[in-house]
């Protein structure tokens, strides 16, 4: 920051509070900026300003997050939801949703089969950045 430089966050990971503990570790504290911005979340999914607010965002369209529920249903295999809201969702947690609390990541939330169907469908269930 001595040099104007602004210092924005670029990561795979969900938004959250580590990302002031990195910029305390790499001596960039200055203030006017809130607890997610400016920063790059998921992979480039969600791109957010100084303040916070999602200026850019990808998102998973219904159709999408049923068939990989059902893929996932017939397969038995877990899956989680990086969700708008900065959440993580799932049909039910267990040991696999489980590792996500080592990495700091949100913890997932159990919202069920017929939750996670609802993903992305702007009934009752937010939107979806990637599964």
Same mark, same amino acid.
């Given at each position: 920051m001595r040099q104007n430089i602004t210092f924005v966050m670029a990561t795979g990971k969900a938004r959250?509070?580590?990302v002031?503990?990195?910029r305390k570790e790499l001596g960039f504290t200055d203030k006017g900026f809130t607890i997610n911005g400016p920063g790059v979340f998921i992979q480039g999914l969600l791109v957010c300003d100084q303040n916070g607010t999602a200026v850019k965002q990808l998102l998973l369209p219904n159709p999408a997050v049923k068939l990989i529920n059902a893929f996932s249903d017939r397969h038995r295999?877990? &899956?989680i939801a990086y969700t708008t809201g900065d959440g993580i969702a799932c049909a039910q947690t267990d040991q696999y949703t489980d590792i996500l609390r &080592?990495?700091?990541?949100p913890v997932p939330a159990s919202i069920g089969r017929a939750g996670m169907n609802l993903l992305g469908s702007g009934r009752g269930q937010p939107d979806v950045y990637k599964m």
């Open positions: 959250g509070g580590w002031q503990d990195v295999l877990t &899956v &080592v990495y700091n990541e």
